[in-house]
């Protein structure tokens, strides 16, 4: 029973070039959120997803970052360009449905040099 | 500005003793909270939860308590155990807001032998 998938699992890049992370989400859920993790802020919800269409993107820092989920089993987050800042492990979640437990996936770790 | 707030960035206890973690959030606005445990390398992984209207939930070894008049809540981890060393997340919802959780900073837990 396959999990939440993230890839890639590590990126390196370099200032100003786009970054594109990937998540499927598991089979059947409803809800799908990007987390970004950082040890001053901890775990931050950027964007949450109901039936594919963004409900809540309050969390996106800026207009650098931005997130599309085409169809119910694949959702992207892109930088561009990325900066040394976001620099951090993003993690996408699914759940059944909005109020359902969320499940995570094991993570992106980004580096921005 | 921090809405949930675990102010013990670690804590280290002895094995067959008592874990107890702190949480303390400022929006009354949360009627949920969650508890999510974190391994390396991997995502969090929900643990258990409590709704305002308990004080109190149990499972296993795992007790939350929540003290709403002073907005705190807490895990016990009754005996501990070498595998519960982890980082814990406290995390919050309010009715109004699906599932969109808040999450605090994170509390490293390690359990000695």
């Known amino acids: 029973d396959a999990g939440v998938i993230q890839s890639p699992r590590h990126e390196v890049t370099e200032m100003g070039q786009e970054v594109t992370l990937r998540c499927k989400p598991i089979?059947?859920?409803?809800?799908l959120f990007w987390y970004r993790q950082t040890m001053m802020r901890g775990l931050e919800l950027l964007i949450y997803?109901?039936?594919?269409?963004?409900?809540?993107d309050s969390g996106m820092p800026e207009d650098r970052f931005s997130a599309k989920m085409p169809n119910a089993s694949f959702s992207t987050l892109k930088i561009q360009p990325s900066e040394p800042r976001d620099s951090a492990v993003y993690f996408c979640?699914?759940?059944?449905?909005?109020?359902?437990?969320?499940?995570f996936g094991p993570g992106t770790r980004l580096t921005v040099l | 500005d921090q809405q949930v707030k675990q102010n013990s960035p670690s804590l280290s206890v002895q094995e067959g003793r008592i874990s107890i973690l702190n949480c303390d959030y400022t929006?009354?606005?949360?009627?949920?909270f969650l508890w999510y445990k974190k391994y390396p390398a991997e995502g969090p992984t929900f643990l258990i939860s409590?709704?305002?209207?308990?004080d109190k939930n149990e499972d296993g070894r795992f007790t939350v308590f929540l003290n709403k008049s002073a907005k705190h809540l807490s895990l016990h981890i009754v005996p501990s155990q070498p595998g519960d060393s982890a980082v814990y997340f406290c995390?919050?919802?309010?009715?109004?807001?699906?599932?969109?959780?808040?999450f605090g900073t994170g509390t490293q837990l390690k359990v000695e032998l």
């Open positions: 979640a699914s759940s059944l449905d909005r109020t359902d437990t969320q499940y």
């Open positions: 089979s059947g859920h409803n809800s």
């Open positions: 997803f109901n039936n594919n269409v963004p409900i809540d």
């Open positions: 929006n009354s606005m949360f009627d949920y």
């Open positions: 409590i709704s305002s209207i308990k």
């Open positions: 995390a919050a919802t309010g009715t109004g807001g699906g599932n969109k959780l808040t």
